[in-house]
């Protein structure tokens, strides 16, 4: 059973307004949900991160962002999408609870 819509109002900056417009009235809930549960997401793995002894910093993104662009620059776009095609395929057998799944260090 589907539980009861909730009703909320809010109010946003110019820009974010501007975004929710643009969704029109319905889509915009929609829109909005679906932000909210992708941040939950991102919480939910800094929390497992975390719990594993792994501390998330600012910093720390950042050097991870430049050396994977610094990769990307570097592989022509087939060979890098081509490990993005196995990297995926790994986690979602792991996913799938697939005991006989390739492992992404395989490749």
């Known amino acids: 059973m589907t539980e009861p819509q ?12 501007q975004i929710l417009e643009s ?5 915009a ?3 909005v949900t679906e932000s909210v549960r992708r941040r939950r997401r991102v919480e939910e793995h800094k929390e497992l991160l975390l ?8 910093q720390g993104v950042a050097e991870a962002r430049a ?13 890098f999408e081509a490990e993005r095609a196995k990297i995926r395929a790994v986690m979602e057998a792991e996913m799938n609870g697939d005991d006989a799944a390739p492992r ?3 490749a």
């Open 6 to 17: 909730r009703r909320f109002t809010i109010s946003v900056p110019p820009d974010v307004g």
């Open 23 to 27: 969704q029109g009235n319905r889509m």
């Open 29 to 31: 809930s929609a829109y």
């Open 51 to 58: 719990a594993a002894g792994i501390h998330v910093t600012e």
């Open 67 to 79: 050396r994977r662009l610094g990769v990307e620059a570097e592989w022509p776009p087939e060979r």
């Open 104 to 106: 992404a260090d395989a």
